[in-house]
Structure formats: C-alpha cells, structure tokens
C-alpha cells in the first residue's frame, strides 16, 4: 500500500458528515441560546423600565427629609361617619409636611397594597357622610398659611385589604415616595 | 467506471425532496400563522344573567335586561324603542382608570352607544371589590330584531384587553311601557 492510497483512504460516512457539518451545529448551539437570551433580556428591560419604582422607600412611622420639607409620619384612620356598604371601609392617609424653606409641590399618587394582590387606590373617592378636615389639603398648597401642612386623602378599600403603602409624588421633578403604613 | 461513482439515485433525489418538503412545510406555516392584529385583538368574556364575569380590571354582572317605549331619569324623559340593562360593576386590581367609558350594543352590524342622556352607569368610577349598580340604557330603531351583544370596557380602546359581552335576544326580552334609568349606586345598600 503507497502512501497516497493511505491518504486518499475515505473517511467513514459518520465522520465526514461531522466534519462538513460541525461549523453550522456549533453556530447553532450558540446562536440558539444567544438569540433566546438577548429577546428574554430585552423584554425584561422593558418590563423594568416601565415599572413604578419608588426613589425613597421610607417605613411605618418614620419621616424623610427632602425638597426642603420634612413629611411624615403617615398616619391612617378609618373615615368616621363614612356610610359605605357591608364589606368596605373608608381609609383616611394623613401626610404632615413640615415646610422647611418655602411652599414645595407634592400630591398623592396612590394607595398601594403592599403584599398579596398588589391592588391599587387612586384618590378622589368620594365618600358620603365624611368630609375632610377643615385645615387638610388634598396636595400641598402653593401659598401655605404656614410652615405646617397636612395633607389628607380618603380611599375607599375592601374590608380586609392591606398592608398598605401611600405613593406621594415631590417636587418639580415628582419624586416618588413610598411610605409603608401600618 | 464514471457511473460507478455516481451516488444512488436515492441520495440524488433526498435533498430536493427535503428541501421541497420544507417549501410546502413552510406554507402550512405561513397559513397557520395568525394576523400581525391577534396580537392585540381584545379578549372577550362571556357574561351571563345574574353571574359576574371577570376580566383583566373590570367584574360585571348583568341583571337584566328590559326593551321600553319610553325611559325617565328625575325630570327627564324620551320616547322610543329602548333597551335598559340593569348591571353591577367593580374594578379588579386598580382603579387607575377604572370607569366603566365604553357601553355599546352591537346589533345588526351597527353599534349604538349606551345614552349620555341621563346620569347612569355609563362612565362611572369602580371601585375595587365594591360593587356600583345602575342602568345602561340604548336608544335603537324601532325595527331593531335579533340577537344583540353588551359590549362592556374600560376604555373604548378596547385592544389586549378584556371585553365584557352579553346576549341579548331582543325579540326575547320583556317589554315594559317605562323605565327608570336608574344612575349608579353602590350595589349593596350602606
């Protein structure tokens, strides 16, 4: 046997069918993953960005000092006088904004459950047989009597729904702050 | 010699059968294939007398369902053929949005919008898990026949979401001489 007819020797059919054919699997277990992976973050991103997320959580009970104002603690209550159907209560959120160095905007985004569901309130429930108290607003005024606020809003909830979180937008860039409740 | 090295005639003929498979393969594909618009198509919830039905933000149950020849509303009042559907609805998971805007009765082909004439359910705010009742009243011609479909939703576009539909067989229904438009309240008493 010459040594060109060892050369010239055919391969078996399985092997030269991996040779001619190994580039393009190869491509594919990569591609495959990479094309799947680059769609998952992609909608993921956008799923992200969309997403409300709060610049300050701030917990139950406790204040935070922004936008030249101090706010907080939220208190909640349930709306006395509130006539409402079997099944549902009236939540008061109380927000004192202790203004440090002039009038600021702020306003109440939402009421949200912080747990379970994850349902949302928006404000402006008007609710009869309660008023809000006299010297509450609904935002922050623009030209305060004084350098104490209070800002009061009423949802109306399903018994049994909570925990709660109040979403309050400060400032010109309306920042949102989450405070947990009770 | 030269036809001994010529593959078979099977070995020949398997790529273009392949590759023509592959041709009739990807028309059935193509066929399947739904509308670019299934995307976004709305998704229809069948409600039925007395039973809520729930979608993506909005739970409606329809009462009932009356055809009057003339409908009041305090002082206001108007002749004609008339369709009053009594219904009770509550928002889901968020009241962002959550006004019951789009009330319409398909019937023929046609679309009637539900009365702004009166104060009624059209447009109101839900609440989440409380339930507000009131009526939707639509004025149609007075030969109006057939089946008709309550199309309820949030918004009047009505696309990737949830449409609350009912029949109405209007040869079928009750006909009553009046009927109050009866604005919206909650469903239970306080």
């Known amino acids: ?182 | 010699m030269t036809a001994a090295r010529r593959p078979p005639l099977l070995r020949r003929i398997a790529p273009w059968a392949l590759g023509l498979a592959c041709v009739v393969a990807a028309w059935f594909v193509a066929l399947a294939t739904p509308a670019d618009t299934v995307a976004w198509e709305p998704f229809p919830v069948e409600a039925r007398t007395g039973e809520p039905a729930a979608g993506r933000n909005l739970t409606v149950t329809v009462h009932d369902a009356v055809r009057a020849t003339s409908v009041f509303s305090g002082g206001w009042r108007a002749e004609g053929t008339w369709v009053v559907v009594d219904v009770a609805a509550e928002a889901v998971s968020s009241e962002r949005g959550a006004s019951l805007t789009s009330a319409q009765l398909i019937v023929d082909g046609r679309t009637y919008r539900a009365t702004e004439r009166a104060e009624t359910m059209l447009d109101e705010r839900l609440s989440i898990g409380i339930a507000r009742r009131g009526s939707l009243g639509f004025e149609l011609p007075a030969d109006a026949a057939g089946t008709a479909v309550l199309q309820l939703a949030l918004n009047p576009d009505t696309r990737a979401d949830s449409v609350i539909e009912y029949r109405i067989d209007l040869d079928a229904l009750p006909v009553a001489a009046e009927r109050e438009l009866v604005d919206a309240q909650w469903a239970e008493a306080p």
């Open chain 1, 1 to 182: 046997m010459s040594s060109r007819e060892v050369l010239a020797a055919p391969a078996s059919g399985r092997g030269r069918w991996w040779r001619r054919n190994g580039a393009a699997l190869l491509a594919l277990a990569l591609l495959l993953p990479a094309s799947v992976g680059v769609i998952g973050v992609q909608e993921w991103r956008t799923n992200n960005t969309e997403a409300v997320v709060p610049a300050d959580t701030i917990p139950a009970g406790e204040s935070i000092r922004t936008e030249g104002a101090l706010l907080g603690p939220v208190a909640v209550s349930d709306a006395p006088g509130a006539e409402l159907p079997p099944g549902a209560r009236a939540v008061v959120a109380t927000v004192p904004v202790a203004l440090e160095s002039g009038p600021i905007t702020c306003g109440v985004s939402a009421l949200r459950e912080t747990d379970g569901e994850r349902r949302r309130w928006n404000t402006g429930a008007s609710v009869t047989g309660w008023s809000a108290p006299r010297d509450s607003w609904t935002t922050c005024p623009s030209e305060p009597d004084g350098s104490d606020v209070v800002v009061s809003v009423v949802f109306v909830v399903p018994t049994g729904a909570g925990p709660f979180a109040l979403d309050l937008l400060v400032g010109p860039e309306s920042r949102l702050l989450r405070f947990e409740l009770d």
